[in-house]
T-cell receptor
Framework: EADIYQTPRYLVIGTGKKITLECSQT?????MYWYQQDPGMELHLIHYSYGVNSTEKGDLSSESTVSRIRTEHFPLTLESARPSHTSQYLC?????????????FGPGTRLTVL | GDSVTQMEGPVTLSEEAFLTINCTYTATGYPSLFWYVQYPGEGLQLLLKATKADDKGSNKGFEATYRKETTSFHLEKGSVQVSDSAVYFCALILTSYGKLTFGQGTILTVHP
């Protein structure tokens, strides 16, 4: 059972607000990821980290930023939320197991910007 | 670049029907292949995986075989249940990076 947590699960906010989506994992994984899932279900990698003080942009350009000060914590921040940011955000971490990597996902945060 | 293509949905079946969801991939190396399932309002759960050619992943009655010659990883289940209604994602990881590449997802609805 993967231990990866996201808070809040649901968030409704007004345009222009600053928000931080929290993601924590207790498995000691070095690699962590943020995905944006649009209403059409497709998943897009927006940020990833290979370890403490490492952050990289993903395949889909995003106005959000991330930080990785501790191994277990990978928060995502939007400085000024807009309706176009309305989406589901999924956090994941990965480890190398026999034969290759495996990713574990949190429950997601559903963000609605009014 | 690497990509995953799933059969278009949605798929609607009656309980106890046979399920196939097709998945093909394009990759520059030798990926590991995965099927993830997403139930309504939840995150993704790993359903099964295969890490090399001819491997068969299986879990909860679902199976998929890694076919290198056809670059495919089709998901099958012999008898679906209403509780299998969910979105299913095929995905690959290239070993050296650990990043997932997803297919577009297939919605499965099973009626009693």
């Amino acid at each position: 059972e993967a231990d990866i947590y996201q808070t809040p699960r649901y968030l409704v906010i007004g345009t222009g607000k600053k928000i931080t989506l929290e993601c924590s994992q207790t498995m000691g994984h070095d690699k962590m990821y943020w995905y944006q899932q649009d209403p059409g279900m497709e998943l897009h990698l927006i940020h990833y980290s290979y370890g403490v003080n490492s952050t990289e942009k993903g395949d889909l350009s995003s106005e959000s930023t991330v930080s990785r000060i501790r191994t277990e914590h990978f928060p995502l921040t939007l400085e000024s939320a807009r309706p176009s940011h309305t989406s589901q955000y999924l956090c994941a971490s990965s480890e190398y197991v026999t034969g290759g990597y495996e990713q574990f996902f949190g429950p997601g945060t559903r963000l609605t910007v009014l | 670049g690497d990509s995953v293509t799933q059969m278009e949905g949605p798929v609607t079946l009656s309980e106890e029907a046979f399920l196939t969801i097709n998945c093909t991939y394009t990759a520059t190396g030798y990926p590991s292949l995965f099927w993830y399932v997403q139930y309504p309002g939840e995150g993704l759960q790993l359903l099964l995986k295969a890490t090399k050619a001819d491997d068969k992943g299986s879990n909860k009655g679902f199976e998929a075989t890694y076919r290198k010659e056809t670059t495919s990883f089709h998901l099958e289940k012999g008898s679906v249940q209403v509780s299998d209604s969910a979105v299913y994602f095929c995905a690959l990881i290239l070993t050296s990076y650990g990043k997932l590449t997803f297919g577009q997802g297939t919605i499965l609805t099973v009626h009693p």
